[in-house]
């Protein structure tokens, strides 16, 4: 009755087959990953070399003037980099004291009933696509502004600060919460028994031993921030501009580059290579402060480990 | 109900002056009770042993001593505890303050994770010390018996020490605070017998000025180290005296089991 | 003997009430009891202070999503009718409807599903199954965390060197399928692999001991038992690819189309690029149609995502230990 069973050579062969052409297959789909990076690298930095043919280095990052349409043409990269930063700035002036107070609330005063609301409703918050976003900054955020400021103008930076600060504002949250959550309770608890307060041992105790896990948060709201696109350029303008003045219109690096690529710039023309240059830019900066928090979560980990 | 040989339970009272009076305490996790009609009242200057099998409530009451019970959303505390005269659970009883007078230490070391020297200033400085922090250090590490161990590396993490060091240093964590009374949680449950032994021998010296109630699995360490012992069994207070009393002749026939080993 | 500081009497006879202890027992080196100040109003009230703003950060979150949601609400609902979701764009705002936009918004998510869900799993799978825990496979893990934060525009660069010019699909439904597949990928593989972790080791060792290959462990028992959470990684990423803006608007999707796209080489318009084009007309009545737009995207998601959350019930009562 048994001999067939263990004696099936041909199946077994079959699965061994099977199992190798699998493993081949799935190991192309993992290394498609390293591949997409590589693209992405060369592509930019093809351009990129391109572009800086023709404009110098000293004139990208030494001059203050970005423009690439007039007469003469200018590419200093600052009022890009400025306006960016501005918006960038401002979201994380909302977006990071309110996430970590969400994020404080939820791990220190929530119930649980209380916790399974507010979660769902951050992820929804989260959730929301990027020109939704710029829609409720063009027709709700800047006629208010303009109300309270009368000198905001239609397009200015403060008005998509504030949306791409609710916009990160439920990923601080959430990492802050769950960073806060990894303190063991026992260290909490020692706290507690010497006599502090919860506000004494939430910001004395348990703040600081989370604190990688926290400011990993706040570099990820701040990377996000700053390749954010469809907000700003709903609502921040086109107007390249060094300024510190958020009620004025400026330009981002990203809506730089939606403004050329839906524009009519020939393919070939120094500006049309310009946003890979821009382009080239923003990578660097978003993977340098996304290399950061990775580090900070890795080391906080180890902590409690 | 607890069967056993008494129409009237084993009540013993010491002499006064009293560090806390439990009166009639009741904890309830939910529906089931984990500590039942309770008294007790813990002396002044004595280490009072809470001793009984797993569950029967001993750390329970040992937290509702200071109000950490606070913490546990599901449990329900009635009764009173009276200490300094006052009951802790009275309506404007603030429990922050309580802690300052009651300080715990726990079964597994948590110090914090920072210096061994933020460790032991972080209680005093909120509560507003305002004496010297240098001879606070010395003197609270030196009652712990810890002070020639991490007297040059008090910078250092107080992660980094030996899971005994670390149980020493929380002993002169809650010891800096200069509290009546220090509740202990099984102290040296998860401790090596070296430590375990140094850390008997602190208790001993430090009764001379605190007042200490300690939960323990360990009989023998009951023995060595209390000068009452309390046999609690099923959230019920089964048998209070004193050690040698409660240990060599047990009035109740349970705590006679108990305490010859037959159950555990 | 007693300072109350203004507390209660039961708190200061806690606090400050006197030890009745036999004097000559205090040893002297102990500090005395006078010089602490514990500042307990201070106290008290930054606690409260703490919780209130805590509490009040939360709150203004909430309103924020709440007025977010209404203002938009009350904007586009009344644009909102049979006749919007059926018609075509239209030079004249009241005419014009989402129709292309919707239907392009459907069928480039699932083109992109089809792509992006196999390699993406696949890739999970081989990472977490099949790859030693080398230096390679950490160069390999850190490599996709870095993908997932790269902004979309520059996926959008990316897929028009590549996809729309270097492979000559054009501005087309593949072109666009392709570029938002790439950039779904980490979220679905990361999602992926947490699944997978989550399925207990016995698990495949009880199916080596039986002789079975990796390949026939992972398809036979691994793999349903991750389903709820591969499943609901690949919703979440779906419904971020549905919310994309930039990549498409950088390979060229059109923001008027007056038909929809009957092949994978057709132009093609999606939903928030049709919403953008219509926020950025000055004419009120423009924006009311982006508004009402919105909420057809709204809805969509809300859709994907409840959709996703009953999957997930249901698959995870089948998988039962």
Redesign the interface.
């Known amino acids: 009755m048994n001999q067939g069973v263990f004696l099936n050579i041909s199946r077994v062969k079959i699965a061994h087959i099977e199992e190798a052409f699998v493993k081949k297959a799935l190991f192309l789909c993992a290394a498609l990953s390293v591949i997409v990076t590589i693209g992405i690298i060369t592509v930019l930095l093809g351009e990129t070399i391109d572009f800086f043919r023709v404009v110098s280095l000293g004139e990208f990052f030494g001059t203050a003037t970005w423009a690439p349409m007039f007469e003469p043409r200018q590419f200093g990269i600052w009022p890009l980099v400025g306006g960016t930063f501005l918006i960038t700035f401002g979201a994380g002036l909302i977006g990071i004291p309110g996430g970590l107070g969400v994020g404080m609330f939820l791990n220190e005063f929530a119930?649980a009933s209380v916790r399974a609301i507010i979660k769902p409703l951050l992820e929804i918050l989260a959730g929301i696509p990027t020109v939704v976003y710029g829609y409720f900054a063009v027709t709700v955020i800047t006629p208010a502004l303009q109300q309270l400021l009368p000198d905001t103008e239609i397009f200015n930076a403060a008005s998509a600060a504030v949306v791409v600060g609710i916009m990160v504002l439920p990923m601080v949250a959430s990492l802050c919460d769950d960073a806060l959550r990894a303190v063991?309770r026992?260290?909490k608890?020692?706290?507690?028994?010497?006599?502090?307060?919860k506000c004494?041992v939430a910001i004395?105790?348990t703040l600081?031993?989370a604190l990688s896990g926290v400011i990993a948060s706040f570099i990820l709201a701040l990377s996000r921030a700053f390749g954010e696109t469809m907000a700003v350029t709903l609502a921040a303008g086109s107007t390249p501009r060094l300024t510190l003045n958020p009620l004025q219109s400026v330009q981002t690096l990203t809506s730089y580059i939606v403004q050329v690529s839906t524009g009519d710039t020939p393919q070939g023309s120094i500006e049309y290579k310009s946003i890979f240059a821009v382009g080239m830019l923003l990578l660097v900066v978003t993977l340098l402060f996304n290399m950061l928090a990775y580090v900070l979560v890795k080391r906080f980990r180890s902590?409690y480990e | 109900m607890v069967t056993t040989n008494r129409g009237q339970p084993a009540l013993f009272e010491p002499s006064p002056?009293y560090a806390l009076e439990v009166n009639d305490i009741n904890v309830c996790y939910g529906t089931s009770r984990a500590v039942l009609d309770l008294n007790l009242k813990v002396p002044?200057?004595t280490i009072v042993a809470l001793i009984g099998p797993s569950g029967c409530g001993k750390s329970t009451l040992l937290r509702s001593m200071?109000r950490?019970n606070d913490?546990v959303?599901a449990a329900k505390v009635t009764g009173e505890v009276l200490?300094?005269?006052?009951?802790?659970y009275?309506?404007?009883?603030?429990p922050?303050?309580?802690?300052?007078?009651i300080?715990?230490v726990?079964q597994?070391p948590?110090?914090?994770?920072?210096s061994i020297r933020k460790n032991i200033t972080?209680?005093?400085s909120?509560?507003?010390?305002?004496?010297n922090y240098d001879e606070?250090i010395e003197?609270s590490l030196r009652r712990a018996a810890l002070w020639d161990e991490v007297a040059g590396k008090l910078g250092e993490s107080g992660l980094a020490l030996s899971g005994g060091q670390q149980q020493r240093l929380?002993i002169a964590?809650?010891i800096a605070?200069?509290p009546?009374v220090i509740l202990m949680d099984e102290p040296c449950s998860a401790l090596d017998p070296g430590s375990t032994l140094k850390i008997e021998n602190l208790l001993l010296e430090l009764k001379?000025?605190f007042t200490i109630v300690i939960v323990t699995h360990n009989m023998q360490q009951a023995r060595r180290v209390s000068d009452y012992t309390a046999f609690m069994y099923q959230g019920e207070l089964i048998e209070f005296g004193p050690t040698d009393g409660v240990f060599e002749t047990p009035k109740q026939d349970l705590t006679r089991d108990y305490v010859s080993g037959r159950f555990g | 003997m007693s300072n109350t500081h203004g507390?209660?009497?039961?708190?200061s006879?806690?606090?400050g009430?006197s030890?009745?202890?036999q004097g000559e027992?205090?040893?002297l080196?102990?500090?005395a009891?006078a010089?602490?100040?514990?500042?307990?109003r201070w106290?008290?009230f930054s606690s409260k202070l703490f919780k209130i703003s805590t509490f009040l950060a939360t709150l203004l979150a909430i309103a924020a999503l709440i007025y977010l949601l209404h203002s938009i609400a009350g904007q586009g609902l009344e644009r909102l009718s049979w006749d919007f979701i059926t018609s075509f764009p239209s030079r004249f705002a009241a005419k014009a409807g989402i129709k292309a936009a919707l239907w392009g918004s459907a069928y480039l998510t699932l083109l992109t599903a089809a792509i992006a869900v196999p390699i993406g799993v696949g890739a999970a799978v081989y990472l977490e199954e099949f790859a030693a825990d080398s230096k390679l496979r950490r160069f390999v893990d850190i490599n996709i965390a870095n993908l997932a934060g790269v902004p979309s525009i520059v996926y959008g660069m990316l897929g028009l060197m590549l996809f729309v010019r270097l492979c000559n699909f054009g501005r087309s439904l593949i072109a666009g399928a392709a570029t938002m597949s790439l950039l779904i990928l980490p979220i679905i593989i990361v999602s992926a692999r947490e699944a997978l972790k989550t399925v207990p080791m016995g698990i495949r060792h009880a199916a080596f001991g039986l002789g079975a290959t990796k390949w026939q462990t992972i398809r036979a028992h691994v793999l349903p038992a991750a389903l709820p959470g591969i499943l609901s990684g690949i919703i979440l990423s779906l419904s971020r690819a549905v919310g994309e803006t930039a990549p498409l608007l950088m390979i060229g999707a059109l923001s008027y189309m007056a038909f929809l796209p009957e092949s994978l080489q057709d132009a093609f318009t999606v939903l928030p690029i049709q919403i953008f084009n219509w926020s950025t007309r000055p004419q009120d009545e423009f924006h009311v149609a982006a508004a009402a737009g919105i909420i057809v995207l709204l809805a969509l998601l809300l859709t994907v995502n409840a959709l996703a959350i009953l999957l997930r019930m249901r698959y995870q009562r089948k998988a039962q230990w």
């Open positions: 119930p063991p026992s260290v608890e020692a706290g507690y028994a010497l006599g502090a307060t004494e004395q105790v600081p031993a902590v | 002056p002044e200057h200071n950490m913490f959303t200490f300094r005269g006052s009951n802790i009275g309506k404007d009883a603030d922050v303050l309580l802690r300052r007078q300080g715990m726990f597994k948590n110090p914090f994770p920072t972080w209680g005093p909120i509560n507003g010390y305002q004496g606070l003197s929380c964590r809650a605070m200069d009546d001379e000025r | 507390m209660t009497p039961i708190n006879a806690i606090f009430g030890l009745r202890i027992k205090k040893a080196t102990y500090q009891r010089t602490w100040q514990p500042r307990h106290r008290a």
